[in-house]
């Protein structure tokens, strides 16, 4: 047997022990999958468009403003991954950019005692006020509550009887800040005191978000598994999708760094239907509601955070059922119906669904993926399980081929070499590949090992006799999504 030194040379006459270590058997490492999330500062120590290591919700407050929108979607996130390591992308307001306006009109003054309950990107805004208030003192006190919360991303101003709000990042995200009054209703005591009375102009007007292109490529070839992204506008998207496309992207045989982007979209069911098909992008998941006080890059947040649980556990699990936390469900008449979610899974929208206690639960999360090349409905990339599926085994495969094989010799089949030689041939990369394959099977990451190992074909390269080409026929791990029952029951007969 010849024993494969790689640092002992063979004429060494000195005595006595000489040891070389090798852990081309011992590496069973994996990823550290990452978190990044993208979005919009106000003030604060943090530079624009570099990416910093989240200490977590204080310290985004510090280095991203608590106003921000960076910062809510940090709390957002670690409401539902309070382990998991998570980087933040700040970006300043675009130059030119216009920060969307919203008001509350007082046009009745209260006559009894009472509290306002007022919800301002889902935040609760309690004031108690009394018998006799004019709407100018009750405009004054929800003004100063308003701007008394840190984390609050609107500024308000008291002008006679009017609140005006001004959101404190500039740019479409700030049209997505909703203003509500009584979100949990009288059951929960949130009703307005007699007399009261008021008038809400949403908030709209913001118009031009941040170029990303910049902030992406500070990320150079750090992975990201789970990215989260504030900005749903067209250019924003496409920029994400051209970082992580398949050519020559993060997902591309160059980079192999993969990735996968989480987005919310707040509109009416049918102006997601219109979004939703406008897309077609396997490394990008949208949720779609309608009429949450949650604004959607807290969702997002929430969604890419309790994902990044789930796969960093078992990439194959399926995601429905899964609880968010901190996000508000959109009002019963709100909700999207059990036809209109179908529709929207076949038109690139995820769905979620609202137990009776408010909580909101992932139904289907899905890629925007929706037809091939050639226009034509493809199903291929549709689940999400599926791209994180194929990121752990080509890393696992990845792990062991350069482990294994970092530094040996290549031989065609058939030649004779002493056993224990640092050789390898394509029969034996062959053997090694199934031997992985069927671990990754028995650990439930793949199916089918017999077909497996009767189809996958590693050949020495015609061209290059230093490259091993493989065709690797792998079948994933299904999920778990829908149990369909025909209840085909009987009568009892009467027995004479």
């Known amino acids: 047997m010849t024993v494969p030194f790689k640092q002992i040379p063979q004429n060494l006459r000195t005595p006595l022990f000489f040891a070389e270590i090798d852990n081309s058997h011992a590496n069973t490492a994996v990823a550290n999958q990452r978190a990044l999330l993208i979005g919009p500062m106000t003030t604060g120590a943090a530079a624009a468009n570099v990416p910093l290591l989240s200490a977590g919700t204080g310290d985004a407050n510090t280095q991203f403003g608590a106003n921000s929108v960076l910062a809510l979607m940090t709390a957002a996130y670690r409401q539902n991954d309070q382990f998991g390591e998570l980087w933040c992308l700040p970006l300043a307001d675009a130059g030119g950019a216009t920060a969307a306006t919203g008001s509350i009109a007082i046009t009745g003054a209260p006559t009894a005692n009472g509290t306002l309950s007022t919800y ?37 101003v008291a002008s006679t009887s009017t609140v005006n709000l001004t959101a404190d990042n500039k740019g479409l995200v700030g049209n997505d800040i909703d203003i509500r ?57 496409d920029a994400i999708k051209a970082f992580l496309n398949d050519s020559t992207g993060r997902w591309s045989w160059q980079q192999q760094v993969f990735g996968h982007a989480f987005y919310a979209y707040r509109a009416t069911w049918a102006n997601q239907t219109t979004f939703g098909t406008a897309r077609n992008n396997q490394h990008e998941t949208v949720m779609g509601f309608n009429d949450s006080p949650t604004p959607p890059w807290q969702w997002a947040s929430a969604i890419a955070a309790v994902t990044a649980v789930s796969v960093r556990a078992d990439p194959g699990i399926p ?60 199903n291929s990339y549709l689940e999400i399980e599926t791209m994180f599926l194929l990121t752990y085994v080509l890393r696992r495969l990845r792990t062991m081929v350069t482990t294994k094989y970092a530094r040996v010799k290549l031989a065609a089949d058939g030649t004779r070499f002493a056993p224990g030689s640092g050789i390898v041939t394509p029969k034996i990369i062959k053997a090694d590949q199934i031997a992985e394959y069927r671990a990754m099977e028995y650990e439930g990451y793949v199916q089918g090992s017999d077909i497996f190992a009767q189809s996958i074909i590693v050949e020495q390269n015609a061209s290059n006799p230093n490259r091993v080409d493989v065709l690797w026929p792998g079948t994933l791990i299904n999920q778990l999504r829908i149990f369909a029952l025909l209840a085909q029951f009987r009568l009892s007969t009467t027995q004479s």
């Open 319 to 378: 995601m429905q059922t899964v609880a968010l936390t901190g996000v508000l469900a959109p009002p019963l008449q709100s909700r999207f119906n059990l036809s209109q979610r179908n529709t929207l899974l076949y038109d690139g929208i995820s769905t979620f669904t609202v137990a009776d206690d408010g909580t909101v639960a992932i139904e289907n999360l899905i890629t925007t993926y929706q037809t091939n090349a050639s226009g034509q409905p493809d």
């Open 181 to 237: 009054f009584n979100y949990q209703g009288a059951a929960n005591g949130e009703v307005f005191p007699t007399g009261f009375a008021a008038t809400i102009t949403a908030m709209s007007g913001g118009v031009t978000n941040p170029t990303l292109t910049t902030a992406l490529g500070n990320l150079l070839d750090m992975p990201f598994d789970f990215i989260a992204c504030a900005f749903t506008d067209t250019t924003s998207m």
């Open 120 to 156: 301002i990107a889902g935040q609760l805004v309690s004031v108690a006020v009394t018998s006799g208030q004019t709407t100018a003192q009750v405009a004054t006190a929800l003004a100063a509550a308003i701007n008394a919360i840190p984390g609050m991303p609107v500024t308000a």
